[in-house]
């Protein structure tokens, strides 16, 4: 029987539907009941099961209301965004500041003196009042201008969302960047008429009303462990978040219950493995910003340096009309991704660089990380209506996410993408890593990088170091096949542990980069601005401290992966 074959949709749906049964928010009953059922289940099988317990800061919310003061006016009952501040019983009121669909620049972070786009309404101790979703670099730039309150008019329903751009839990140097003043969600429904008499530039007040119940909760998450028989001590890790809005069949019961075959399978094929396979089914992913897969990142960092081979990340798979795959990976494990999509996914498509999304919390590690992501194709009616481009359904985050929405042999088809793939990674002698890859994404954005920033900073240093990397890759790849299995795979590894971290974030291994946005070699984003205020201003002096700066720590990080590859 091939892997495929070892997908069992019965089991499958069976789980689904019984996950379904609980409304999963962090650290409650009904995600406690939802990891003990995962635990039972697998260890009746005879699979290892560890759950952590650990204590978290936790967002749950609690009744909202929008009051819309004056003539024509009334309350609506509406939803806020995890994170966001309650009001107390006095509520907030002032007067709504209409920025139409106006956001934060593009690098919020790597820019902090950004001031404020052309025409911006002024929003200082007014209402900001928004079309479209919030997201938590928005909600910061309005909240560090003044606003008091935020307002937000969906497109379509109005979804759940977080408005923290701390991800995991927050440390000294984070904690300032928790949410002071509440947020309101409105369907387009709810708030069309709020619309309409702001762009009448009507003066309206607004009284607003938040309870959010946001505490350190103990959390509880489930890890599974299927060991080879060789007892080897590598591993790939999967994993996929347990909580969800409301019953949250697609997003992420789903997943849970396609981790669960995943680990069945696995385990009845373990005398086929070279190295194992973990099963992590990650807390805290929505209500506390990626708490839990970010708690094993900082508890497990040592074992994951020496022993994790790759991380995939199962979100939503299996809703109706969701056939088409939009892969994201880092770039040392790209072309295996690509290959396995159109080997084992019946797809031709081309994996795109890292999202900032779905418990990507190990780019700092350096661990190599990917997934799938089956999406609704473009044009289909269930998009959500904002931002349809991403491929997620109208009911994404919301009550609607329910057992209906599911299609039982669409996600059996999803299952057996990721158990042939999975199989196939726990398998292979030889990681399939490709350091040139990477050394190519390095130095298309030290071109790009180059090509924004013009002739105001001199980044030849950059250049030579990606040069010499590029030269090492190559060289590597031309004489990989007679190294030693073992000795090679760790070799790959630690090249992808000294370049991932300079490439993909601005923290490094030992912290986590705020939730917001996703680049590459995001430390030095600011070389444009920095071009574009010169050297002698002030902004333009700080600019470039720490342009000089990532410099330091992208070439040495390049340094590092060369040395590795030419040792070798």
């Not at 969906?154 to 701390?166: D, R």
Request: hydrophobic letters at 40%; glycine letters at 10%.
């Amino acid at each position: 029987m091939s892997v495929r074959e070892s997908v069992d949709a019965d089991s499958l749906w069976k789980n689904l539907g019984d996950l379904c049964r609980w409304e999963r928010y962090t650290g409650t009953e009904g995600e406690n009941a939802a990891v003990r059922y995962v635990e039972a289940e697998l260890s009746a099988l005879g699979i290892d099961v560890e759950v952590h317990a650990f204590e978290s800061l936790i967002s749950i919310p609690g009744e909202t209301t929008l009051e819309v003061t004056g003539g024509g006016g009334g309350t609506i009952r509406a939803i806020s965004a995890v994170f966001g501040a309650s009001t107390g019983a006095a509520g907030v009121r002032g007067q709504a500041a209409y920025v139409g669909e106006a956001g934060p620049p593009a690098t919020p972070f790597t820019d902090p003196l950004y001031t404020g786009a052309t025409g911006e309404a002024p929003v200082a101790g007014r209402v900001v009042v928004a079309e479209g979703m919030v997201s938590p670099a928005r909600f910061h730039y309005f909240e560090q201008r003044g606003a008091v309150a935020q307002v937000y008019v969906n497109k379509g329903n109005a979804h759940e969302l977080t408005v923290s751009t701390i991800w995991g839990a927050p440390t000294p140097e984070s904690i300032a960047r928790l949410p002071e003043t509440p947020v309101v969600t409105l369907s387009r429904e709810q708030g069309a008429g709020l619309i309409e008499r702001l762009k009448a530039r009507e003066e309206v007040e607004l009284l607003i009303h938040v309870k959010m119940d946001t505490a350190w909760r103990e959390t509880l998450m489930p890890v599974a462990t299927i060991t080879p028989e060789n007892g080897a001590g590598d591993y790939v890790l999967v994993g996929g978040h347990i909580d969800s809005w409301h019953v949250g069949a697609n997003d992420n019961a789903a997943g849970d219950a396609t981790l669960m075959e995943l680990a069945r399978v696995a385990h009845g094929r373990r005398g086929e493995l070279t190295r194992g396979l973990k099963v992590a089914w990650w807390n805290g992913h929505s209500h506390g910003r990626f708490s839990g897969s970010t708690w094993y990142a900082d508890h497990m960092f040592h074992e994951l340096r020496r022993n994790c081979v790759a991380y995939l990340n199962i979100d939503q798979p299996g809703c109706i009309g969701a056939t088409l795959y939009r892969p994201f990976c880092t770039a040392d494990v790209r072309d295996w991704v690509r290959d396995a999509v159109a080997r084992l996914g019946g797809q031709s498509t081309e994996p795109d660089h890292p999202r900032k999304m779905a418990d990507q919390s190990l780019w700092g590690v350096g661990v190599p990380s990917f997934s799938f992501l089956p999406v609704l194709p473009p044009g289909h009616p269930d998009l959500r209506k904002d931002h349809p481009g991403e491929g997620f359904p109208e009911y994404w985050h919301h009550p609607a996410d329910t057992l209906d929405k599911m299609d039982k042999d669409l996600l059996a088809e999803h299952c057996r993408l990721y158990a042939g793939a999975l199989h196939e990674l726990c398998s292979l002698e030889r990681a399939p890593l490709n350091p040139a890859a990477t050394a190519a994404v390095v130095n298309e954005e030290i071109e790009r990088l180059s090509e924004s920033g013009g002739e105001a900073v001199d980044l030849g240093d950059l250049r030579e170091a990606g040069a010499r990397f590029a030269r090492a890759c190559e060289s590597l790849n031309a004489k990989l096949e007679s190294v030693d299995a073992a000795r090679a795979n760790r070799a790959l590894l630690e090249m992808s542990h000294a370049v991932n971290p300079v490439l993909y974030t601005l923290a490094g291994p030992f912290d986590h980069d705020p939730a917001s946005g996703a680049f590459r070699m995001p430390g030095l984003q600011c070389i444009a601005h920095y071009a574009g205020r010169g050297p002698a201003s002030d902004a333009g002096r700080v600019i470039y401290t720490r342009v000089v700066r990532e410099k330091n720590r992208v070439v040495a990080g390049l340094d590092a992966a060369s040395a590795i590859a030419e040792a070798l």
